[in-house]
């Protein structure tokens, strides 16, 4: 992949956001796709008074400091890592992956009540799942193929085939997806 300046970035997205007649947002993941903005970066509202939404995949340090830098809606991905974190920093929300996204609503919502049981709870619940998005976000590998076996397992799909280019499956690897998986439990 070619090295783009952060310059040419901003200049692309504040073209994008010009030309827009509707909000626009972007998502930001340079850790993990070798290529993106820096928190710096991404405060392109400031310039470009439509680009509302950005969704990046970084720490809740991170989201902290962006959210206060201006007015966007800032939501973190990085497939739950942090997300009660992130909401404490104020992010608007969570965008993970499919993993475990129907516990994660869960869980937010336990959150957004905003009792101090509620809150509790939503700890607590988090606390069982948080080591698989860890495991998962190791890699894009780890992510993409045991990610996917995850996924397929909570769905019963018995027949599940990781995308290529990406390495295919350890026999480590299925039995990790296995019993994170059950943790987990279907769909």
């Given amino acids: 992949m070619k090295a783009v300046p952060e310059s040419s ?30 928190i710096t970066g991404t405060s392109l509202h400031k310039r470009h008074p439509n680009f509302k939404i ?21 939501f973190n991905g990085r497939d739950g890592i942090e997300m009660l974190d992130s909401m404490y920093a104020g992010a608007a929300g969570i965008i993970p992956g499919a993993e475990v996204a129907d516990l994660l609503l869960r869980i937010f919502d336990l959150f957004d009540a905003g009792s101090a049981e509620s809150i509790k709870e939503a700890e607590g619940r988090y606390q069982e799942i948080l080591p698989l998005p860890i495991v998962l976000m190791e890699s894009m590998d780890t992510f993409l193929v045991d990610g996917k076996y995850v996924l397929g397992r909570r769905f019963a799909i018995k027949e599940i085939d990781a995308r ?10 299925l039995e990790t997806t296995r019993r994170y998986a059950a943790v987990a439990g279907s769909f």
């Fill in 54 to 74: 950005v969704k990046l995949e970084a720490s809740a340090l991170a989201i902290a400091r962006l959210i206060d830098q201006g007015t966007l809606d800032v």
């Fill in 164 to 173: 290529v280019p990406f390495a295919p499956p350890t026999a480590f690897g």
């Fill in 9 to 38: 970035l901003i200049e692309f997205f504040g073209a994008v956001a010009d030309a827009s007649p509707i909000p626009v947002g972007i998502h930001n993941a340079p850790e993990y796709l070798g290529i993106g903005l820096s």
